[in-house]
């Protein structure tokens, strides 16, 4: 049952009533009809608002769901870029202590073939090299070659080489690893080049000596200041 007003006095009366209780008036059926139509069209138009209302609840938390992701997705990005620039620079670092140590091993190696080289040829006594160059009766070889691969096939020559062999590996390794980062700058990548190259150079001087004992020397002497070269210009560019 609905509430409707008397078109006489303007008393609220049922819709159910023929005539209003305050004034006899009768209930004219179109003023019951008038006043269900008002409801109804209130009603509508609150459900149409209670609609557009959820609607644009809707589209708020939708908003507000996708700047959250964006912002999410940015602040990812940046951790990521700020963790491989990091990743960057330590292993750039890395690569330059160990290319350095590297050097130190193999000049090492180098100054031991030139020492055997050298004392073969003059008939130098020297304690660290006359295992090489001499015979079990302590006479001096008369080919410097004998002494050569007495030195190539010693323990310690072999043990050395390998240490150097698997450092060389691993600087490959590393190489590759910083070369992939995509990052620094044109002067530290080409400087991190030339030291590769270097340590290539050195390589193959430490394990494949060859020519004559003043070309090897030269080339020795050549390739142990190129290396230290290069090492000091990358050194200087990230410390």
């Known amino acids: 049952m609905s509430m409707i007003k008397c078109s006489e006095c303007g008393h609220d009366v049922s819709d159910k009533a023929d005539k209003c209780p305050y004034c006899g008036a009768p209930i004219e059926m179109d003023s019951k009809i008038a006043e269900k139509d008002f409801e109804t069209t209130a009603a509508d138009i609150d459900s149409k608002a209670n609609k557009k209302s959820k609607k644009k609840k809707i589209i708020i938390i939708a908003a ?96 050395k080489l390998s240490e150097i062999e698997k450092e060389k590996d691993s600087l490959d390794s590393l190489y590759n690893r910083i070369k992939a980062y995509d990052l620094g700058s044109e002067e530290e990548l080409t400087a991190l080049s030339s030291l590769k190259e270097q340590v290539g150079d050195f390589y193959q001087l430490t394990t494949d000596p060859n020519g004559s004992y003043s070309d090897y020397l030269e080339s020795f002497s050549m390739t142990d200041r190129d290396f230290n070269s290069k090492y000091d210009s990358l050194d200087s560019l990230i410390n």
């Open 64 to 159: 507000v769901v996708f700047v959250v992701a964006i912002v999410g997705i940015a602040l990812g990005i940046n951790a990521h870029n700020e963790q491989m620039a990091k990743n960057y620079s330590k292993d750039l670092s890395s690569y330059t202590v160990n290319a350095l140590m590297f050097g130190i091993k193999c000049e090492d190696v180098c100054n031991t073939t030139t020492s055997v080289w050298y004392n073969c040829i003059s008939e130098e006594s020297d304690k660290s090299t006359n295992k090489y160059t001499q015979n079990s009766n302590g006479v001096f070889y008369d080919d410097f070659n004998d002494a050569l691969e007495k030195w190539f096939m010693s323990d310690k020559y072999s043990d």
